[in-house]
């Protein structure tokens, strides 16, 4: 069934903290892992994300499905669902002042504004160009803007958030834009206490 | 060490268990899902409600009806505890006790029915105390509650900053990531595209400002339309209490339904009529659609509370004639008792033993007991709410929308996409009658120990009920503006009703005399005299004493100037500490522009850029900032 104190042994091991992850969350997390996977090949593939219907209708949906895959692959197992799933625990108010000198666990505020920035970031080059702004802003709205009207809202979301004048948002710069958004908060899935 | 990791387990485990009991959730996240998180809000805000009202029911249940049942006189056996020999007959008809008359009237249920003795059962319970004291915790904890939900909920405003990144956070943050149904998703997209639209357009308005003096004169027109409407509808209520004191002087056979609930009707109907009024009155005003939303609620508010208030007058104008009653049945009462004695001392010269002297309770003539009229009142306010509620979501909601699905087939015009269509969750609304109900069960409860508990069958209907209608009948916003980012809007105004409700129970409290025969008061001067008589008999005499010098007048005056005194000092504090937060981030960002500027300059070469960065200590004056720089540089 569930060798969870498998994962625990091997995790304990890893570099990134999912060490703090408990026991029923696994179990949970992995019941969900196993009513996605219809193939009931132990891996996910991208058609069982897209059953969703949360992912299925959301712009972003097939950005956030890629978020789960490492680069050029097509199945992802147990291992790197929790990985990616861990960016959305909760931050507790103990974890913030322990462990200053360690690295920063996957659910700080910064690596969740990351994984967001990594979203909208698709040529990875750490900038959202204008393009790519286009294509997100095309997502959401349709075909009821007309292309210059996009145009020009692109351009004004770059006006308001660059400040080293290079026409494109860095991610430092998409930090302090999303700086008054309780990210921690709304970045959290619950149960995972 | 074995003993660390198992209390660990132990908290995880309790934190996923009180996680687990919370109820609803799965209800909430359903409509969440089909309504997105606005429609949530409310229910979310209605479950935190119910939560505040159960501990107030735990506390007047367990603390003064229970002891009172348990250990308390039982009914007939005093004369305040029986239904009056002229009421007997119809004690027990259920139009009777629907109005909260006859038998209900003598219960545990309102303050009439408990008795003055200082101490109560084996355990020497003392219940008059227990009941003042319950009546202020249930205030205090209230305050308590909503104050830590505000500062909880602070984080969230942002301090209103978010016009400086106006169109970067429609673009990132506008999608709901929590709708799950293609409908909503529609809407969403819709609502959406129009944001956008409509952003364009402010810009572009922003620099044109056409014929002011029109819209201006339109504004006022509008304004002088909703202060009739206000003191028409406040004119309306104090019409109907008269009316209503008149009634209660007939007979009550001769009345038909409507006169005897004429009031609460009245005052139900104008909740639900007037805001479309204001609607209306809007259209001349045209405001920017969120400013509107502000302005609607804030005459919605205006109005229910105009409404409370001009009941609460006329319920103080009918507590100071019960107590002008008072004295005349005082004076009777004497005279009665002067004729029964003489009648019994006639029955005795005949034989010298004779029955002892006996009157039923039911026989004895009672005292108007205002406290349980005003008690009564709000019952009766509450449950004529809640049934207006329910009919107008049934006929208003329910059967509208079974109309339009299946009149369709056979009408001329789209009924659905017309009018009349589906109706919409109407979150604002909602949530005003929420607050105001809450606010007539703080200033009830005092009078009436069981109107927490109705109010909490009352929450937990409505959250079935709602629900289900919600997910029937409704359908998801077009166009979705919230009233503020945070739910510190509402919650400011609870507090704001929170403390208006409890000014007049105060206010009875310490300024009207207790009635002389009824409840766990009569027969003292005011109602807090109960805690001067317990610190003398329950505590020992030094403490009285000490006591006694607290309350000296120039003890208290200083007093409440140190806490003056604090509370300008805090204020000062978080003040100055706002500024030099501001001050900080200022650094930060000079300092960040300075490290991109010479970035290409001196790149991959961290040692240059950290005497760099050392040099320009005076970017980083702050003491317990000397290494910001250093932080910055090497935050992974």
């Known amino acids: 069934m569930v060798h969870d104190h498998d994962f625990k042994g091997h995790l304990h091991g890893d570099n990134f903290q999912i060490s703090l992850v408990s026991h029923s969350q696994i179990t949970r997390l992995y019941s969900r892992f196993t009513s996605l996977d219809k193939g009931e090949n132990g891996t996910l593939s991208r058609e069982d994300f897209q059953r969703i219907p949360e992912l299925a209708i959301n712009p972003l949906g097939d950005r956030i499905i890629n978020a789960f895959f490492p680069e050029g692959e097509d199945q992802v197992n147990f291992r790197g669902f929790m990985r990616t799933l861990a960016h959305f625990r909760p931050i507790e108010d103990n974890e913030k002042s322990k462990d200053v000198n360690g690295p920063e666990p996957l659910n700080s505020r910064s690596n969740k504004?990351?994984?967001?920035?990594?979203?909208?970031?698709?040529?990875?080059?750490?900038?959202?160009?204008?393009?790519?702004?286009?294509?997100?802003?095309?997502?959401?709205?349709?075909?009821?803007?007309?292309?210059?009207?996009?145009?020009?809202?692109?351009?004004?979301?770059?006006?308001?958030?660059?400040?080293?004048?290079d026409s494109a948002i860095s991610f430092t710069e998409f930090v302090k834009v999303l700086e008054k958004v309780d990210v921690e908060q709304k970045m959290s899935i619950r149960f995972l206490h | 060490m074995m003993m660390a990791k198992k209390w660990a387990k132990f908290l995880r485990d309790f934190e996923n268990f009180k996680a687990a009991c919370v109820p609803w959730e799965n209800k909430i996240k359903a409509i969440e899902s089909q309504f997105g998180s606005s429609v949530a809000s409310y229910f979310l805000f209605l479950r935190w409600m119910y939560g505040v009202n159960m501990v107030m029911f735990i506390l007047t249940f367990g603390l003064i009806m229970l002891p009172e049942y348990l250990w308390g006189l039982p009914y007939g056996s005093l004369p305040r505890k029986t239904v009056p020999r002229a009421e007997e007959a119809s004690a027990a008809n259920f139009g009777v006790l629907y109005d909260f008359n006859g038998l209900a009237q003598y219960s545990i249920l309102f303050y009439g029915y408990y008795d003055n003795k200082r101490t109560i059962g084996w355990m020497n319970f003392r219940l008059p105390l227990s009941y003042f004291l319950v009546g202020i915790m249930c205030i205090g904890y209230s305050f308590l509650v909503v104050l830590k939900a505000m500062t909880k909920n602070i984080g969230d405003d942002g301090g209103g900053d978010d016009n400086a990144f106006n169109f970067s956070w429609k673009v990132f943050t506008s999608w709901d990531y929590l709708i799950g149904n293609p409908e909503t998703a529609d809407n969403k997209f819709n609502s959406i595209t129009m944001n956008f639209k409509e952003a364009i357009i402010e810009e572009r308005a922003a620099q044109v400002e056409e014929n002011v003096h029109l819209i201006r004169f339109l504004r006022f027109l509008a304004n002088f339309f909703v202060f009739l409407t206000l003191g028409g509808s406040g004119y309306l209520i104090f019409w109907a209490v008269k009316r209503s004191q008149e009634f209660a002087q007939q007979d009550p056979d001769t009345l038909g339904w409507w006169e005897k609930n004429e009031m609460n009707m009245v005052m139900s109907l104008l909740g639900m009529f007037c805001p479309t009024l204001f609607d209306l009155f809007a259209e001349l005003e045209d405001y920017h659609p969120l400013i509107a939303l502000k302005w609607l609620l804030g005459?919605?508010?205006?109005?229910?509370?105009?409404?409370?208030?001009?009941?609460?007058?006329?319920?103080?104008?009918?507590?100071?004639?019960?107590?002008?009653?008072?004295?005349?049945?005082?004076?009777?009462?004497?005279?009665?008792?002067?004729?029964?004695i003489k009648a019994y001392n006639a029955s005795l010269t005949g034989n010298t033993t004779g029955p002892p002297f006996f009157v039923h309770p039911a026989d004895v003539p009672r005292g108007p007991c205002w406290e349980t009229m005003v008690g009564q009142e709000f019952v009766r306010l509450t449950v004529s709410d809640v049934l207006t509620t329910y009919v107008t979501i049934l006929i208003g909601d329910f059967l509208r929308a079974c109309f339009v699905r299946f009149c369709n087939y056979c009408w001329c015009w789209d009924l659905e996409y017309g009018y009349p269509s589906y109706t919409e969750f109407d979150i604002s609304g909602n949530v005003l009658a929420l607050i105001f109900n809450q606010g007539m069960i703080w200033m009830g409860s005092f009078f009436a120990p069981s109107l927490p508990g109705i109010n909490i069958l009352r929450l937990h209907t409505s959250m079935y009920f709602q629900c289900w209608a919600v997910m029937c009948c409704n359908v998801p916003e077009a166009r979705v503006f919230k009233a503020s980012r945070s739910n510190n809007f509402y919650?400011?105004?609870?507090?704001?009703?929170?403390?208006?409700?409890?000014?007049?129970?105060?206010?009875?409290?310490?300024?009207?005399?207790?009635?002389?025969?009824?409840?766990?008061?009569?027969?003292?001067?005011?109602?807090?005299?109960?805690?001067?008589?317990?610190?003398?008999?329950?505590?020992?005499?030094?403490?009285?004493?000490?006591?006694?010098?607290?309350?000296?007048?120039?003890?208290?005056?200083?007093?409440?100037?140190?806490?003056?005194?604090?509370?300008?000092?805090?204020?000062?504090?978080?003040?100055?500490?706002?500024?030099?937060?501001?001050?900080?981030?200022?650094?930060?960002?000079q300092l960040q522009l300075l490290v991109a500027s010479n970035f290409h300059r001196y790149a991959g070469d961290p040692g240059v850029l950290l005497t760099l960065l050392l040099k320009s200590n005076d970017l980083c004056k702050v003491p317990e900032n000397k290494h910001c720089g250093v932080a910055i540089l090497f935050k992974p």
Not at chain 1, 130 to 146: A, F, H, K, Y
Not at chain 1, 151 to 165: F, H, L, N, V
Not at chain 2, 321 to 339: S, Y
Request: proline share 3%; with cysteine; charged share 25%.
């Open chain 1, 113 to 165: 504004l990351h994984f967001a920035f990594r979203l909208y970031d698709l040529d990875k080059d750490d900038k959202i160009s204008r393009d790519e702004l286009l294509q997100v802003l095309r997502m959401m709205v349709g075909v009821n803007i007309s292309d210059e009207q996009l145009g020009s809202i692109a351009d004004r979301t770059i006006q308001e958030a660059d400040q080293d004048g």
């Open chain 2, 299 to 340: 005459r919605i508010f205006a109005l229910l509370l105009g409404n409370l208030y001009v009941f609460i007058l006329a319920l103080m104008d009918e507590i100071n004639n019960k107590i002008e009653e008072e004295k005349l049945v005082k004076a009777n009462i004497t005279l009665w008792e002067a004729n029964m």
């Open chain 2, 491 to 589: 919650l400011g105004m609870l507090l704001l009703i929170l403390f208006l409700s409890t000014m007049p129970v105060l206010y009875m409290i310490v300024s009207l005399p207790p009635s002389f025969d009824c409840g766990p008061f009569s027969g003292k001067n005011r109602m807090f005299e109960v805690i001067g008589e317990t610190l003398e008999h329950d505590f020992p005499s030094w403490m009285a004493k000490i006591l006694r010098q607290l309350s000296n007048p120039g003890l208290v005056i200083a007093v409440v100037l140190v806490m003056a005194l604090t509370i300008y000092y805090l204020n000062s504090t978080a003040k100055g500490q706002k500024a030099a937060n501001l001050d900080l981030k200022k650094k930060m960002k």
